[in-house]
C-alpha cells in the first residue's frame, strides 16, 4: 500500500525565510505525489504534482518539490516566507485514489 | 473562487433528521469524490464515482448515501447521523478516475450534529 509521512505537525518560520516543509513517501512503484494547501475554511488547493516528467517541480505561489527516489522523500520548498502562506499543508499519494498525509501547519511570524 | 461548488456551506442537524449535502462542476470532470474531514485531520476519501458509477466505498456506514445523478452532480443523503459524524464534508472532482489526475476541491460543508 502507498502512503506519505510528514515531518513535522507544526512549521513556524519568519517572514522572508525558507520554508522547507517535509513529506516523506513509501510505495511499491514510482508514485504520483501531490502538494495541496488549505486555508481556514476552505477545501483542499493543489500546489504541484509529480508525474515522473521531472524531478523538480515548480507550483504556484513560489512553490516548488523536489522528487528523490533514493531518499523517498518529495519535500516543499519556498526561497522566501510571506505572511499568506501560513495555511496547512498536505503531501499526498495517488495510485488507485488519493492518500494524504497528516498535514503540516505552517506559521509565519513577522 | 472554487469551480466545484457546494451547498449549504453550514450544517445543523439532529441525530432523527434527514438531510443532504449538494455538490455541482462544470468542467467536464468524470470522477467526483467525498471526503470526511475532522479537526487538525487530512481528509479521509468516502466514496469514488467514476462516469457516474460507484467505484470506491471506503466502508461507510450505511447512514451515509451517496448519489450521482449525473455527471456534473454528486449529492450525500444524510439520515440518522451520530454526534461523532460531524466534520467537514468536501466534495471534489477530477478529469478522469486516473492515478495522476490532480483533484479539485469544493470548500466543503460544515456538519454538526446534535
Known amino acids: 500500500a502507498q502512503s506519505v509521512t510528514q515531518l513535522g505537525s507544526h512549521v513556524s518560520v519568519s517572514e522572508g525565510a525558507l520554508v522547507l516543509l517535509r513529506c516523506n513517501y513509501s510505495?511499491?512503484?514510482?508514485?504520483?505525489l501531490f502538494w495541496y494547501v488549505q486555508y481556514p475554511n476552505q477545501g483542499l488547493q493543489l500546489l504541484l504534482k509529480?508525474?515522473?516528467?521531472?524531478?523538480l517541480v515548480k507550483g504556484i505561489n513560489g512553490f516548488e518539490a523536489e522528487f528523490k527516489k533514493s531518499e523517498t522523500s518529495f519535500h516543499l520548498t519556498k526561497p522566501s516566507a510571506h505572511m499568506s502562506d501560513a495555511a496547512e499543508y498536505f503531501c499526498?499519494?495517488?495510485?488507485?485514489?488519493?492518500?494524504f498525509g497528516a498535514g503540516t501547519r505552517l506559521t509565519v511570524k513577522p | 473562487d472554487t469551480e466545484v461548488t457546494q451547498t449549504p456551506k453550514h450544517l445543523v442537524m439532529g441525530m432523527t433528521n434527514k438531510k443532504s449535502l449538494k455538490c455541482e462542476q462544470h468542467?467536464?470532470?468524470?470522477?467526483m469524490y467525498w471526503y470526511k474531514q475532522k479537526a487538525k485531520k487530512p481528509p479521509e476519501l468516502m466514496f469514488v464515482?467514476?462516469?457516474?458509477?460507484?467505484?470506491i466505498n471506503e466502508s461507510v456506514p450505511s447512514r451515509f448515501s451517496p448519489e450521482c445523478p449525473n455527471s456534473s452532480l454528486l449529492n450525500l443523503h444524510l439520515h440518522a447521523l451520530q454526534p461523532e459524524d460531524s466534520a467537514l464534508y468536501l466534495c471534489?472532482?477530477?478529469?478522469?478516475?486516473?492515478?495522476?489526475?490532480?483533484?479539485?476541491f469544493g470548500n466543503g460543508t460544515r456538519l454538526t450534529v446534535t
Open positions: 464515482y467514476s462516469y457516474e458509477k460507484l467505484s
Open positions: 509529480y508525474t515522473s516528467a521531472a524531478t
Open positions: 499526498a499519494v495517488s495510485n488507485n485514489d488519493m492518500r
Open positions: 510505495s511499491s512503484v514510482p508514485p504520483y
Open positions: 468542467m467536464g470532470h468524470r470522477a
Open positions: 471534489a472532482s477530477s478529469p478522469k478516475d486516473s492515478y495522476n489526475s490532480p483533484l479539485h
